[in-house]
């Protein structure tokens, strides 16, 4: 890691409390399964449950 890409963490990341960096990110998608899939995975608790925006039923495709 470079000291530039440490100086510019907060264009993608916010910094919550006890120095841990949550991502600038809003999850949207028509499905929740695929939502709820996303929770599940190795990334899920990186995202902050209210940015997590989806319908109550998919697209159906």
Do not use: C, H, I, W
Not at 8 to 36: C, H, I, Q, W
Request: aromatic share 12%; charged share 20%; proline share 7%.
């Amino acid at each position: 890691t470079s000291e530039l890409q440490l100086e510019r963490m907060s264009v993608y990341f916010n910094e919550a409390s006890g120095n841990k960096y949550v991502p600038r990110a809003v999850l949207v998608d028509l499905e929740p399964g695929t939502m709820d899939a996303v929770r599940a995975g190795p990334f899920g608790q990186l995202f902050r449950p209210d940015n997590f925006v989806f319908g109550q039923s998919g697209a159906g495709n």
